[in-house]
């Protein structure tokens, strides 16, 4: 039993900046001024006390839907953290202060990313401080879940992510050694173009880590989203499932605070129309429904060397 509203968006100017990150190899990501800071809430709420509303109508002790979403809108106002996780955490926080019949409260966000946009300036092109591209591609996630304890409210699961990375990487790659039997018609590739849709998410081994108030212990969805294209590029992979193990691996060596990674991953990669052209060079087309994907969830125990320092 449990009711909530989604699809809040909602938006905040001048937010606090996002300083202090550590920085990786993989990465020229080293914090945002979150300038323009959005996303798309969801909250979803349950209690033993909103019983009565389900199974006598009485809603005594409901709080609207609607009522949900201005807190929501209210509390950007005041959160005074960097992070979609950490404003997840404080609005979470703030339900289960407010409304004592709220036993637990899941939150979760899509960020509404925005892009800088490069204008002239006095040493040549800079970001402008005013103008934001609305972007429309890979996003951060966040999702929390709090319960009351005796010491007020907790944080009793966390998952952070960027889902809708779209990669191509035009060759390099192949997809041989498969089970070859009577149903198999998909030629061997040595060589294809490769084009996949990936959603990444992790845990923390402690929560607090994800609210970003210490930066230095925060993994930024820009990093993780970097460490795809670069083992993406750096590596001939021989599947998607090749792919994302190994950008799992990375990602766990960088990150040693995290508890886990996931992937859900699939693929779109264009089917070949032409390869009589000179080099490399190939003509392609879309691929057809039915789409294959792949999920892989692994921890620092799937690392060969173990957990790094
Ligand atoms: O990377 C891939 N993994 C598969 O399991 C698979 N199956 C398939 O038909 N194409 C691909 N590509």
Do not use: C
Request: no cysteine.
């Amino acid at each position: 039993m449990n009711y909530g509203k989604e699809h809040v968006a909602v938006y905040r100017t001048y937010a606090t900046a996002l300083d202090g990150v550590r920085t990786i190899p993989e990465s020229e990501f080293d914090g945002r001024d979150n300038t323009l800071l959005g996303m798309e809430v969801r909250v979803q709420v349950a209690g033993e006390e909103f019983l009565p509303s389900f199974s006598e109508g009485d809603n005594s002790k409901v709080v609207a839907t609607d009522t949900m979403k201005n807190f929501i809108h209210h509390h950007m106002g005041e959160y005074e953290g960097a992070t979609v996780e950490g404003f997840l955490e404080f609005v979470g926080r703030k339900f289960l202060e407010t409304y004592s019949q709220m036993e637990t409260v899941q939150v979760s966000a899509d960020e509404l990313p925005f892009e800088e946009r490069m204008v002239p300036g006095e040493d040549g092109f800079e970001p402008s401080d005013l103008v934001f591209r609305v972007a429309d591609g890979e996003s951060g996630f966040g999702h929390v879940v709090l319960s009351r304890s005796d010491d007020g409210p907790v944080v009793e699961e966390q998952k952070s992510g960027v889902t809708d990375i779209e990669l191509v990487k035009v060759k390099d790659n192949s997809f041989t050694g498969y089970v070859q039997d009577e149903y198999t018609t998909l030629p061997e590739r040595e060589n294809r173009t490769l084009y996949v849709g990936m959603d990444i998410y992790w845990t923390y081994a402690e929560a607090a880590d994800a609210l970003g108030e210490d930066p230095e212990r925060y993994v930024p969805p820009e990093q993780v989203s970097d460490i795809a294209q670069v083992v993406f590029d750096e590596y001939d992979v021989n599947s998607i499932q090749d792919l994302i193990y190994r950008i799992g691996e990375r990602t766990l060596e960088r990150f040693p605070q995290l508890e886990s990674v996931s992937f859900e991953a699939n693929n779109r990669t264009w089917l070949k129309v032409r390869d009589d052209l000179e080099g490399d060079a190939k003509v392609l087309r879309e691929p057809p429904r039915p789409t294959g994907f792949q999920q892989f969830s692994m921890d620092h125990s799937d690392l060969e060397e173990g957990t790094p320092e």
